[in-house]
């Protein structure tokens, strides 16, 4: 009986277009940065003794120690910075600006890290294999929202494979918090989307304790609440209404107990705020960023900043979230211009790219444009190919992918 009913639940989940669509994108692109890491991490290089300037390269297969691997090849940037929290805690000092201090990472996802590789016993699998376990889950959301959202099952696939081959789209595969916000901004405005607020307000509330963008979810979900119920809000039991609207004020839970936290921590409620200047990101006009680097955009890349990479995937976010505002899809533009904004008013550039992926409304934007054949071809092809040279420049170290 118990074969059939999971033979059942197989046939079922197989017919299940989300479900094929998301397995395509995660298992083809979550391939191709795992093939690129191993590779590079058992390579080995020296220079040629016959001809100067060259380097000879050698791979071998045999008894790969994977862990440690992963290890060499994943532990690096910010993902150290999260090995800390996990391992040791927050930094528990008197609030102070004068060195870089691990208050900048909130803890949503370390909180769970730590819960899991007790389990384990291990720290950079298992904070792999949660990045690759919520990614999975916010590809299968993403396809069911751009059907809420009035997406054919065609457009809802290019949605979901666009996202799994987004340029920086590597970040998801480390052990970073991308893949758990972008699996929880999704869910919240999937719950929304079909009038469970309260559950809206569950996962928008992890969202904002895993990043502080994610406390704009807050009005983005007024906005389709008030879009939802504005035409029968006459006929409806005003007491059910406010009931409703009160889910959304857990939105802001998950970063004010953050910030409580760090008040008795070290003092500053804000100091997630004053760390992230140690990193030389300060409060400044949004558009500052996008203005310097077209007054040298010969200069491609920089420390630890790829330019070109960021400046592109920055002004295309921002021209889908423009065009989400011209067709009135007010909830997902304000999402996704207050992210896009948010993070340009740190004053760099660096790291744009990253923050922009996140960003899912303007994946629907790219799915609606990418109907017409060859611009979905020139998307797959770009998105593609700058996406397996990103990962391999970060497995390579190099720290214009790192950021």
Known sequence: MKQLRASQTIRRLARDRSVRATLFAFTLSR?????ILVLFGMMTTAP???FSGHVDAQISVRHVPFARLMGQEVATADVNWYLTIVQRGYDQAAYSEDEKRNWAFFPVFPLLWRQVAKWTGDYVLTGMALSHLF????????????VQFGLGPDDADRAVFYLAVFP?????????????????????FYFAKGERWWLAGVFGALASGTRTSGVLLLPALAVLYWETYRPALQLRDVRTWRKDA?????????????????HFL?????????????????????????????????EIAAHWNFKLVNFLAVTLALACGVVLLKRRQYPLAIFALLSLLVALSSALLQSQARYAMVVFPIYIVLADWGRRAKVDQLIRAVFVAVFALMTALFAAHYTLALS
């Open 135 to 146: 990614f999975l889950v916010a590809l299968f959301l993403l396809h069911r929202v751009c």
């Open 168 to 188: 920086t789209s590597y970040f998801f595969s480390m052990p970073l918090p991308e893949s758990l916000f972008l699996m929880l901004t999704i869910a919240s």
């Open 31 to 35: 391939g191709i940065v795992l093939v």
């Open 48 to 50: 040629d003794p016959q």
């Open 246 to 262: 009160l889910a959304l004020l857990l939105v802001p839970v998950g970063l004010v107990a953050f910030m409580v936290y760090l």
């Open 266 to 298: 070290t003092g500053n409620a804000l100091a997630f705020k004053g760390a992230m200047a140690a990193w030389g990101r300060q409060a400044g006009f949004f558009v500052d960023p996008l203005i310097e680097y077209l007054r040298s955009p010969s």
